[in-house]
């Protein structure tokens, strides 16, 4: 069993920016498996933001955060990032951290198989 830790979310001005992090507790290392990060807003179905493989190479972006989110790693803290920046109120959601793609498609939440306790983003204008 994987355990993966959320951290860094909170309330910001809309332009400002949010740092992310997801700690991968127990079951595997960050390098292990490919890593994503969803959202949730209220009222609306999960999304997908951004993901890459373990190796760290990139699977893709949201169109609606391409160019100001970023997503990264560091295998030695164990730890994988989101980095969000000029933030608008319709970032406005819960975050999670994901880990274990099973593929066909990294953008569809039922394709990955740990998911963290999500951490609240909230955007104001």
């Known amino acids: 069993q994987v355990q993966l830790v959320e951290s860094g979310g909170g309330s910001v001005q809309a332009g400002g920016s949010l740092l992310l992090s997801c700690t991968v507790t127990?079951?595997?290392?960050?390098?292990?498996?490919?890593m994503a990060w969803f959202r949730q807003a209220p009222g609306k179905e999960r999304e997908a933001v951004a993901a890459?493989?373990?190796?760290?190479?990139?699977?893709g972006y949201a169109d609606t955060v391409k160019d100001r989110f970023s997503i990264s790693q560091d295998n030695a803290k164990n730890t994988f990032y989101l980095q969000g920046n000029n933030l608008k109120p319709e970032d406005t959601a819960v975050y999670y951290c994901?880990?274990?793609?099973?593929?066909?498609?990294?953008?569809?939440?039922?394709?990955?198989?740990?998911w963290g306790q999500g951490t609240q983003v909230t955007v104001s204008s």
């Open positions: 127990s079951g595997a290392s960050v390098g292990t498996y490919d």
């Open positions: 994901v880990t274990y793609y099973l593929g066909r498609g990294w953008e569809r939440p039922d394709h990955w198989r740990y």
């Open positions: 890459n493989t373990y190796s760290g190479a990139l699977l």
